[in-house]
């Protein structure tokens, strides 16, 4: 397990009150669900991924965000992962790209440039 990453996604967990499904949300099940890996696998991917320096409700969503990264670890590296919310919204908040959420929802928007996305995201669905 990263150290680093474990401490850092609890303090942003605390801060943002970040359950797996997402903002608000209070349940405890991070540990037995591999949160860290979660959070690995979405920064991996984020790396390839410019910022945007504003979020507006246009915008990548967080929930349509995880099945971009699930759709990349399998066209990529020819692995099915797992990958909630709750990780999608922190990993972004520890990579510095703007977050901000959807009202009261679990969800949020994402400020991932839409010209950094490609077909290996699953990019250019409908549902996306």
């Known amino acids: 397990m990263d150290i680093k990453i474990a401490e850092l996604s609890s303090?942003?967990?605390?801060?943002?009150?970040i359950g797996m499904r997402g903002f608000g949300d209070k349940s405890d099940q991070w540990h037995s669900?591999?949160?860290?890996?979660?959070i690995s696998n979405v920064l991996e991917w984020l790396s390839g991924?410019?910022?945007?320096?504003?979020?507006t409700s246009k915008s990548v969503y967080s929930y349509s965000a995880k099945h971009m990264?699930?759709?990349?670890?399998?066209?990529?590296?020819?692995?099915?992962?797992y990958i909630?919310?709750?990780a999608l919204i922190i990993a972004s908040i520890m990579k510095g790209f703007p977050?901000?959420?959807?009202?009261t929802s679990v969800n949020a928007y994402i400020g991932i440039s839409r010209k950094s996305l490609n077909e290996n995201d699953g990019y250019g669905f409908k549902s996306f």
């Open 33 to 38: 669900n591999g949160i860290i890996e979660q």
């Open 49 to 55: 991924k410019q910022k945007t320096s504003t979020v």
């Open 84 to 86: 909630s919310n709750g």
């Open 11 to 17: 303090k942003i967990m605390n801060e943002y009150g």
């Open 99 to 103: 977050v901000k959420r959807e009202s």
């Open 69 to 81: 990264v699930e759709k990349w670890f399998e066209k990529t590296k020819k692995e099915s992962k």
